[in-house]
Every structure is written in C-alpha cells, then in structure tokens.
C-alpha cells in the first residue's frame, strides 16, 4: 500500500495508543471524539483527493526513491513544479474543508531536513540523510500524516536555552544511550497533533556551541511511550457537542492543537537527524519556516470560502447587486489572490539544494506569509459586513425546531421568498464559524502566528533583502559616486 | 426613588414578567440564567456608578422636568456640556465592563423623540410633545432601563413596507382603536431588550405616503402582552454555563441580542409619540442613528480593556520591551484615541434644536461611527499578534485542575517567573473573549452594523458634506470663475 | 492701528530689510519676488478675513492684555472656545488659500511662551512674564505675523547639543552681555519666514544641565542684523516664473520655507523670554508641539480643496455618478472630517494653565497630528485616481495659446461639451499642484515632518496614555487580582 | 543589425522626422532637446543592457521566426519561462533607471496582436496574422522601439464611439482605399511616444457593430505624415532646463508622455491587423491590458531605487539605526516585494494560446497591476517619512554654488561627518523626484492610471473570477445542498 484510502486512514488512527486529554480528562476514543473527530476529517480529505482522478496531479507525486506514486504530503519536491503544485495543494485542501488540514506542517518538515542532513553530512561525515532517507521511504510507503514540531515553550524569552531556569522550557538530551538519546521538554501549538502517525521534533531557533544539547532533531511513533497530548480549546468548540446541524457552522471539518509533552522519552539512534550540530539549526528553522510559510497558501483556499459564503449571504439577504456589496467582492477577491500570487512567486522562483531538493525562494516565503497576517482579517471583516449584523444575533438552531419559536423565526428571518430560511441561517453560521468560531482560530490568529509571528518574518524580510543593491542603483541615478 | 442601585435594578428585573425563549425553551428565570445574567450585570453597573462620587458629574444629571438628580441615561441633552458627558460616560462604562451596556439605546430613542415630538406638534398641532414629557417624567422618576428599537426584519430588500408580499416585515398599526393601536411587527438584533423595563419603537427608514401605516412609533413595557423575546447566541455563549471562572474570559459582565416578536400589542394613546406623520420618519430615524453612533463612544472603552490586556498579555509573555510591540501598542492606543476624537467632537460640535435638546452634529456623528466599522478590527488584530498563538490552542482551564495534566501547564505556559501561569491563562483568555468569543460579537460585528452598517453611513456623510462649498474654493483658487 | 489690512501688511514688509537669497542670489524685492509672492499673499489673507463681517467670530478676539479687538492669530486662548475657534480658523484659511499660510506657528509660540513664562517664573522668581506680555501687547497693537523657530539643524543625531563637534548646530548663546546676549545657530524649515515681522526662537528639545546655554528662548526683529534667510526650493516652484495664468496650479498662494541663519546676533534682556532654565525646555517643547499639532487643522481645508477639484474633475470628465468615483469622494471626505474631529477635540477638551492660557489636550492633539502624516497621503491619491492620467501628461498652457497646437488640445481635451476644455485643464493641474506641485509640499510633506515628525507623535502617545487604568480594568474583568 | 548598441539607437532617432511641439513650439531636434533627451536615455538603456554578459539572459531572447538573437523587447513570447523573464527584465530596468523606460509597450502590442490576428483568421478566413509575422520579423531585425498606443481621448465618456458629437474622440477609419486606408483620431498618455520608431495602434475598448468603423488596428512609422506629438508636461519638467547637476535628482534618465494626433493619415494594408472585425476588439483590449499590467513589474525596480535612496538618506541622517526607521524600510521591502510576487505569479501562472504566443494570467496581471496603484503610494509616503522634511526645504544648488550661501549650507547641513553635505542633498534631490517631481509622475500617477485605472482592474478581476466554485465549496461545508 502505498497510499491510504481516507477509511485506511481513519483505521489506522484507531490502531494509535495515544495519551490524549482534553478538559481535564482522558480522551479514551479519540477518531469519535466529537470535538476532534472534524479536524480528522479534514486530514482524511488530503487522503480522499489523492484518489481522485481531477485532483490526482496536484494530490499526488512520484517517490524520488522509489519510484511510487505516492501522496504528495509526503514527497520530496523535486522541482519548480512541484512547488507549485504544493501551494496549488494547499489551495484545493483549504477551499475544500474551509480550515486547517493539518498536514502540511510534516511535509515541510521532511523536505527542510532532506536539506539540512545532506549538508550536515557534507561538512561532519555524518550518516543523517542516509538514515532521513530510510525514513522517508517508511513514511512515504505507509502513506502516514507527520506533524512536524518546532515550536518550544521557550520560557523566559530574555534567556537562551542553556541559561533556562528550567532546563526543559527548549526540548533537550538528558540521556545519551548505546541504541539512541533520552529526550525531555514540550512542544506548544503542534496543530493535527492527534490525527498524526509520526511526529518529527526540530529546534525552535538558531542554537549557539552553549545549547548544543538543544540543537537536536529526531522523529518518533505519535505514541511513543512518555508522549503526552493536552488538547488546545477553541472558540465555538463545544458547539460540536450540541448535536445539531447548523450552529457550528462548518459541518463537516474543523482543525485541532495541542501541546505535547516529552516526559524523556527514548528515541532511537536511526531516528536521530540531528545531534548538536548546533551551526546547522538556524539553516533548519529558516528552511523549515520558509516552506511552511509557503504552506499558508491553505489560506487562500479558505479565503474561497469565506467569499462564496458572502457572495451566498448577499443573494440570500437580496443585495447582491448594491454597488457597494460588489466592490466589496471584489476587494474580498483582489486580497485573496495577492495571497495567491505570493505563494505561486515564492515556489515559481524556488532553486535546487545540493540534496537536490528544491526549496522556496525565502525572501519571497516570508513576505507571502506576512501578508497572510494581515488579509485574512481584512477580508474577514468585510465578510462580516457584507453577512449583516444578524450572524451575530441569531438564535440557535433549536429554536428553528421549537414550535413556540420556529414560526418567528421563519417569518422574520426571510428576507428572499425562493430561499428557505434554514438556508440564510446555514451559510451565516459558516461565516460566524470563519470569522469568529473555530475555523476563526486558524483562519485568523493561526494566519497571524503560524510559521512564525509577523515580526519574524520582518527579521528574515530584513535579512534577506540585498540593500547594497538598491542603494548602488540610487547613489548612480544622482550623482554619489 | 430618583436613582435605583444595581441591587433595585436586579429586583426590578425579577417583578417583570417576560416571555424569553433560548435554545428553544422558555426561559423561566431570566435574571439568573447564567448565560443572560452577565449582561443584566453590566446594564447593572450603569446604576452603581451612578452612586459613585468619583462618577457623579458623568452619570448623573439634573432633570429638565422635575429638577431631580437623576441617572444621565434617562436625560434629556441640554447642552453640549451634557453631550460630551455623554460620549465620556460610554468610555467609562465600555471600560469598566469590556463589553455591550445596552442603556444607551432607550437613552437614545427618548433624545431624538424629544425632538421629533416637538417638531410634529409645531406642524401638525398634535400633542405628542406633552405625551412624550409625561412618559419621560415616568422614566426618569423610576430610572428605568428603556430598549429603543428600530430595526425591522424588511424582509425583500428591494421593496418599500407597503408593498412587501408579508406587511408585518416592518412594524404597523393593524387596528386603531378609541383607547389605542393594535401593533404587530418585530424588531431585531434588540440589544439587552430582557434587561429592560421598557421599550420604544421607531420606524426602521424613511415612509413615503403609502407607508404611513408604518410610520409609528411608540412605547411599551416590556412585559406587555404579546411581546415574545427570542434570544439570539453569540461565539462561545455556552461557556457561561461551564461553572469555571476562566475560560468565559470576561468573568463578569457580557450583552445579547434579541429577536423581539410585536403579536397584536395594545399600546394605549398616551404612549404613541407619532402615528402617520411619515414626512418626520426620516428625521426620526436620522437623528436617533446621529445620537446612537455618537453612542459607540462605548467601544473606545471596550478599546482600553483590549489595549490593557494586550499590554499585560506582553509583560506576562516577558516581551514588553521589545520594540515592535511598544509600536503595536501605540498603535492601537492611536487608533483608540482617533475614536475618541470623534465621539467628543460630534459632542463638541453640537447644537439646539426648537425643543430646547441638543443633538450632536450628524455629519461627525457619522464619520466617528464610521470609524468604528474600521478600527477595533485593526485593534483587535494588534492584540491577537501581541497575545502569541497560545490565545488559540490554550488547554482549558479544567485541565489546569486535573492533576494529570495542571503539572504540565504550569510547567511549560510558565513565561514569566513571577507571574502565576494562570494569569497568564487568564488574560489570554480575555483577549479571547474580546476577539472571537462573546464580546467579540459587540467589539466587532456589532461595531460594524450596530446604529447601521458602514453603507448607511457612507450615505449620511455624502448628503451632510457641503460639496459646493470645497467646490467654489476648488475653482477660484485655478481660475474657473 | 490695531488690525492691518491686507494691503498695510503688504506694504509693512516692504520696510523690513531683510537679507534673503535665493538660487545663490540676494532677493532685493522680497514682497514682489514672483516666486516669494504667492506665499506672502496666503499670510495677507489672514488679514483680510478679519476685517470680513462673516468671518469675524473666527478670525479676531479680544485682547485679554488691552480689551481690544485684536487678530486671533496674536491671541493667547482664554477659553475652550478660542481654542475650538483656532481650529476652524486653520480650515477656513486653508480652504480659502489652498496652501500654509504660514502664520499660525507664531501664535503657537506666543501661547506656549505664556504658559512656560509664568511657570519658569513662579518657580525661579524671574520676571519673564512681564517681560513676554509687554512683548505680546507690541505684536497685538501692532498686528504682527511672527515666524515662531524651534527646529534646529541638529548635527549628529546621536548626539546631545554640549557633545556636537560644531556647537552651532543648536542655538546657543555665545556672549552674555550686560544689555543682552549674542547668539548663534541656525533654524531649519522655517515656513513663511520672509513674510514675519518678528521671530520668536525656542529650543528644538528638552535640555538637560550640561545643555544648559541652549535652553534659550527669544524674539527678535525678522531684519535684525546678523540674520540670514536661505529659501528653501519646492517641487515646480520655477512654474511661478513661467509668466502663465494656469500651469501653477494655485494661481493666487503658496507657501515657503527658509533656512535662517543667526550669525552672533545680539538680542536685549527685554526680549529674552527663557534663559538657561532647561529644566523648562520640554515643557515648552511640548506645549508649543501640541499647540502646533493642532494647528495641522489647516490641512483639512486644504482637503476640502482638494475633494472639491477632484469632484469639479470628475464632472468635467463626465464620470461623476460612476458609483465607484462616489464612493471615493465620500472616502475623501470621511477622512477629512475624520482629521476635523481630531483638531476638534484636542481643543474641545482643552485646559487651563496656571497662567491663565488655555492649552489643547496633548494627547489628542498628537493623536490628531498622527493622523495628518498619514490620510492626506490616501485622499491625494484618490484625488489621482478620480482626476485621472491627464493630469500628468497634459500640455503646457503654452500649447493651449500656440495656434498649431490649441485646436488639437481644444478638440481632443473635451470631454464635456458644457464646459470649456481650459476649465477642465486648469482643475487638472491644481490636483497636480496640490498632489505633485508646491502646494503638495505642504499638504504631503509638511504634513508628515511639520509640528514634528510621526516618530515624535508616537513617543507623545506613548507617554500621555494612562497604560495602568487600562490594565487594571482588563486585569479585574478577567479575575486577575 | 538584429541588435542596436545604444549609441546606434541615438543615431538611428535622428533620422526621424517627428513633428513634435513642447512649451507651444515645434521641436526642431528631438534627441538633444534638454527635457526630453532622459527619456531617450532610458530606453537607450534597454539597447544597452543587452549587450550586456551578465543581463544578456534576462535582455535577450531567440526569435521564434528567425532564430536570431533579439533584445526580448521585440519577443514574442514562446514559454512560461520568457513570461517570468520579462517580468525580471521590466524589474532591472526600472531599477537601472529609475523611471519608465517606455519600450514595454510595444512588446505588449505585439504579442497581443500575435495572438488576435491568429484568432481573426481562424475565424474569418483573413491574412492578418500572416501580415503580421511580416511586420514581427521587420521589427525584430531592425530592433525597433514601439510605441503601443491604445488610449484615446474618449469625449463624452456616457456615449459609445458612434454616438459622439465628434467622431475623432476614437480613432476610425475615415477612408478605404485600394492600397490601404486613411484614419483619423487621437491617442492620448502615450509613454515615449517620440522615442519610437513605429507605433501600433488598437482599440481602446470594446466595440459593438455599430462602432466597427473603431475596430481597427495597425501600425505606422512614427513619422508618417500626418502624425503630430505634442509633449505632456511633467512635474519640475523645467529643473532639467536649469544645467545643474543635483536639483533634477535623476540626473539621467526620465519619462515622457504625449498626445499623438492623427490627421487623416494612409496605412497601407500590409499594416492594417484588425478591420471592423469589432468582435475582436474586446479580446485585443484585456489581453493587451493583461501583458502591460505585467509591464508594472518595472514599478518595482523603481522601488528598489526608492528603498535605496530612503536607506542611503538615513544612513547620511545618522538614524538608519533606530528601530522604528528600520521597521519602516522593512515595510517599504515587503510591499515592494508583494509587487514582485504579483508579476512573478502571473507570468508562473500563463498560458499557451492557438497562435503559441505565452499569455499571462489574465486574473493574476490585474490583481499585480490593482496593487501597484496603492503601494508605491504607501512606499512614497514611508519614503518620505525617512527623508525628513529637508526634501522639500532644501535650497537650490545653486546656493551650494554662492559663497555667501554654500558657507551656510555645508555647516548646517552637515549631519554625518563622513558624508560630505552634498550628498546628502543629491539624495534627497533623488527622493523629491520619485515622490513629487517627474519620476513621481510615472510612479506615482502612471503607477494609477496606466494600463488602466483601478476600477478596470476591479471589472476584470469581478470577471474572471470563478464565483460559484467559491460558493459551490462554502454551501456543501454549511449544508446547503
């Protein structure tokens, strides 16, 4: 099998011992948790598509190792166009399930370390890509849904790693064994966490020669022994509880995070990618981060829905056709397909490492993803003009069945005779759902903080940025020589 | 009793007998309901800050009438000194609940009928004006909470009142009677309508003839018979009924809107303050919008509670510092202050009408809430890149009294070591709350199309500017004579 | 003679020997400098409008010194209402000129002056006080513009005025003699210099001890000997020389800015209003800058301006009613009465100084100034937008006189047959002026550096906000004691 | 010759025989006229560089009809990879010049036409593409600029062309002959207009059959009888004329618009690519427009030169260390690079059509172009924000000249030791150009309105949106079936 169907896949979550809590107790069942099982659903559609004929040239790829088809979630990209077709990817998964599909953040985790091991080995004679390589063809053969780990607590934000109060705020050896290394610490934020087979950890910032015990990358089983999951809470999340069909917007997919705790947890030397190689963790974050940038192209697709669901709103309260409703598509549209540009740009203009994988262009990573911290709220916030003050007024949808109350409401709420009110009431949830419910968690504030806070990539717009250049063409236009 | 306390005000609520339906069900304690009881709490503090010396010459007034102190929501503007007051006492109180009050709209409703009143008698030779004062009499003496309702569910948006294929999609007269009218209608979005004593209703737009039938407006008890309240929900409206005192993230005060259903109401003359005199609706309504958009005036206050929240969200995260943040905060605090520039000189910038109230000036009235569309989303983005990703994956606050998993939040969310981890929760949980969760629906989308949407007021400041006036300047200055 | 007319001002400069150069050479008739001229006009109109029944309220109050009627812009503010007055003489005078008119930076002196006079004295028991208000009766009596010059050249940025290697690049004092004192320096961006009778000098920053000899303050006759005026030069300032009636955009006014040179010029005790007491010189670098920010109101007249030719253009382009060129000029006006609130309130909430001076709220007049480096910006834009591409690529007036070329020009520069194409070109190229041209120097440029650049705004925020109210209110709502 | 050096470009100009008016008066010699000689430097720059090892890649291309060698002005493009390369080569030149360098144009015409004529003659059975590849081969060996000229005067923009009182408000045919035709009409904007060799003409919208004698297409020698140029003028078009060596701040190159007046001139047929074919007329214009919203790349190389310039002019201010200057220059970059991303995306994103001619994304190049009409507004302001107000203080070099000034202006001008005075004056001088002197024209204003205004920009992204995919994907996620 080289590839999953979406019911291998939810088969195979269900043969994963995970330690699991969530509201202060342990999630026995946690496929038919009722809160996670959407964000599963979600991942299972990067499945579902892969066998799809349409989408079988974005969703799929060819193993450069073994020559299989596989899904492109797990393949090395191999050239320009596969760049592309992962920001397409992004696209497709995102308009398709309208949030966080979770499982992209492993794909740039094994083509950041496809990189970063073969030039590890260039200078130290190290065997790290050949292990990563062995790896890879596990992960790609099994078809398995990786979350890739990068963000530490951190701690005192004053204070390097080493100079920790408490030693375990940065993930760190605490045992170097014969067979493999002991590991301690947290990883915050770990978005499809519990919808993962693997997880494959990766320092959260440049380390100097003092953190080198921190400076370590490693994959390890979703449930390896001493792994520890607490389930992030969500806004809206309990609405998922309530058994309906409407107040929670999107039906169908929802997305998760988690904290997860490494209580030492023992990793096995043929899993180990990096071993305090410490000058090699900054070209590891800024890769990782450049891809995963590049990632944010999901937002787009999520953007599609949001538009549709306005476009939808308009007709449904019967103003589709105001000159100001349309402008306001049209801003909507122009905003996000800038964010389109800036993930097809960053992939068009990628390169070759010596691995011979091919990465993004950084500087143009890093601006794209930067705009995704700003658009997703503007284009929320004309969705909410557009939707009307009753997305936030409404009442729940049991009172749609409530005889008492079903007869105002479906008198009242009718604003266009050939629309059933259910229907206004369904796609104004969805918006409530984008904008300020769970799938606001992820099209907003994970725009803002996933990859990376904006003011990262200000320091790496900054960095990469060739000033003498400019300025050489400035000073020659008047005069300074 | 000129002034009740919050305690009066609680007792008060419990002698009303409302009809309130919620997820369905009736509603059979509304006081106390855990989900409503928050935002009875905040329309409380609008009695308690009155007896507080410190808040005296904000939230007190002297009765025009009756020369008696009374609560200034119940005033009648009779300078600018009051106006300004005005816009300062929705600041304070926006800043010491976080959220909507709700008291402004009966506050509203009776300034622009003090004028509206006074204008149809001078026209017409009606009495409405005394009939008006007299009901006025009766509220400030009793200090009531009044509802002032203007939105109408309208149904086909193309069409006038009159030629709607259902005639109750705007509120009218279906009977008139020798002691009164028979009404029947609904009026939505109605903010803190079950926390009311009474309610005022005005017609939602401008009538031509044809809809004179519908150019009414009136007032009632809220428990007057007939009248059904449907209460709408809002992002994360459930976690109220958790029991915690965390996660709801505002523990204190919140709002809420209703759908407000008119079934065939009596409303005894003495208590229709216009009936047919459709040439006033337009004035009506644009100067109850004028007095109600200076109102948000309550969202730079709920802007201050943000800000502070950011700002301690950065000194618990140990990053207060750093230099993008301290720009970050002053932004928002620009941003905040611009608001208030406009809430004060709408205020500053006011004038007499013939009934002897003053209005604020309608032009800046507009512009001010028209930037109240715009920047509590900026300000609201600001706080979400300040606050970090955790605001969104953060582990609910049961998990931090589970011993299983509490050891490993106050481990790993440890950022500060003199700041206890649940602060930090606890703040975050703030910033939650005020942009995606309860009180998100007031900062924000109520932002936008509270005392109408943007359009609507794009629309005041297109009639209200003076054009030829920049135009005369424009020409002679180039020579066009 | 307490007001001059516009003509007595006019020929009251002709008897100032000033030494002015301009394009290398010395100026030998200032007031008829063809490129001087304009700008002298805009300050004469501040005398003709006082002497305008119509605009008498605004343009003069009583002195508080004489009991005279006196020029507002020799007034020192006696009320909340001189202040709100100030602000609309700032818009009325700069929709009037389409430009600076210059001689509101001296009232500012004068006012800030009375304040810190009074204070400086009531700590030190000096006698500067008297001295300034024998000073202020002489410019009121005899109806001065005076050029008020805080911003010295400043040298290395990083370093304090006592550590400069060139002492001079902040003014000093050089000899302390018993009948005055010598002085040297510079100041920078002096607008309308040539056009003052006098000129008040303030320290350009808060001064500590060792700073001592540049904590000075003084007023001196423009045609003092030892002062020197280098005028400063402006996009398409040479188009005043061309001898046309059209392509100068604003054919009647402008402004200008000099560099004035103080070369060891000697000044009487009598006028020497601060003297060493450094201790005082943020104080009056702050009020000044406040007073000055508010000043920026002028620029919401220049906007007025400005949208009413970008409405006149978009008539004469036909395009008037497109929906999308409405919606743009009501962008343009919602942010130019958005900048009309903020100098509104500044001065509506305004404050009495221990001497007797009305001084603006500082906070908001930063805030206001904030947002004038920044909304010209978008409504020139959009003055650029609705004027279209002609405005840059249209013929000189030249090609509309030449016989070979006018008939083209007039046939294919008709878009309306109502209106003359002259019409049409002469409204392009006052957007031009007032987006491109000298008067775009002061409604762009001057806006973002002029009262202080938009870092200095910030910094004023920053340190007038009351960060700890707000962080207790969000602090208490969430339940952090 | 199938490449021109510069030097042969200059000669080859002479020997036109332009009828060109400027200032009311004929231009006797086109080439060494002071104001439009820069503008001739620019486009002799496109000669210069492809001679060019290291730009020769990006410079030059292989004809696809004679194998030859070419500079890429004279392409057509033959892959996504000529796309993408035209976007970087519009990025160097406008980073080399600092200004339009006017031949994109051309290149656009003709690849536009390379694609329609094809089309025509699927359709209709016509010889126009034949025709045309003729006329390709004649540019491309004799590397000819090309003036692309669409534009016209429009009169009364309510009418379509056969409804206006003038019928030369569009350019028609007026004779048929055997031979060719006789047209009539004007075209207005047109960027380097008297730098050219040919110019081609097309339709400036689309046509319906009533207005087919308007669709028409072809191109001429720009000194073909009849054809009259009367120069636009910029502004500080006259600082050129002033024989300094600072004040124009581009102390090379430049712009130039014209309006090209058509007076009954005779096209043979050989040069006639369209002819009444009016369903075509729409196709020519959006792809046209498409491939010349590309050209905007240039506008980014144009911010490179601002970037630099702004850096440089904090570097001499001695404050390119403060973080909020930093954070300002960093703004500057990600806008100027969201631009890139726009022209890389759209290239990246192109198509193959019939002819084989590469078409860009059509949604894509208006998205890029809708964005260059709003940031290098934004870059401009920040730019300015940096300078600091002495760019629109500064005094004239002349001054610099004049002992009794230069004296002063070396002292107090001088913020950084090690930079001597007039560099920073030669900066700022830059600075002023490209924010409000001629550069700013192209920009700026041609950043808004060439290759259409923003509102063409929004209608086309309103069309070539796929809407009801964005609403197919929101309605199945909410239940919508």
Redesign the interface.
Known sequence: MTMMTAEQYEESLRRLNLVV??????VENVVDDPIIRPSMNAVAKTYELAHRPEHEDIMTATSHITGNKINRFTHIHQSIEDL?KKSKMGRLLG????CCFQRCVGMDALNALSIVCFDIDAKHGTEYYKRFVKYLEYVQENDFTVDGAM?D??????LPPHKQ??P??FMHVVEEKKDGIVVRG?K??QTGAVNSHEIIIMPTLSMREEDKDYAISFALPSDAEGI?Y???????D??KL?GG???Q?????GGH???V?FDDVFVPWDRVFMFKEYEFSRQLVEQFAAYHRQSYACKVGVG??????A??AAEY???EK???I??K??EM??LN??L???C??????GHKEASGTYCVNI??AN??K??V??FP??IS?LA??IA?????????E?????P??AK??K???????DIPTE?RM??L??I??LT??TA??NY???S???AG???AQ?IM??RR?N?Q????????????E
Chains 1, 2, 3, 4 share one sequence.
Request: net charge neutral; glycine share 8%.
């Open positions: 809590y969530m509201f202060g107790k342990r592309v308009r398709e399930t309208g963000t607590p951190k701690g005192d934000r004053s109060p408490d375990d705020q947290a915050a934020h520890t607490i389930m992030g809470r969500q806004s809206c309990t609405r309530e069909a409407m107040d917007g999107n039906l169908l997919f995070e988690a904290l705790v599609d829905v949001l538009i549709g669901a476009q939808t309260n019967g103003v105001a000159s100001h349309r402008d598509i049209v549209n122009h397909e800038t389109y540009c800036g097809i740009a960053c992939a068009s203009e500087l143009l601006v794209h930067h705009n911290t700003r709220y503007e916030r909410q003009d009307g003050g009753l997305m936030v007024t409404l009442p729940s049991k009172d749609l069945q409530s008492e109350t105002w409401l008198k009242y709420f009718e604003a266009n005779h229907h369904h796609i949830r969805l409530e759902n300020l419910g606001a968690t907003l504030t994970e803002m903080h996933g806070s904006p003011q200000r717009i900054s940025i000033m250049e400019k300025q050489r063409a400035a000073k020659k236009l008047c005069g300074i």
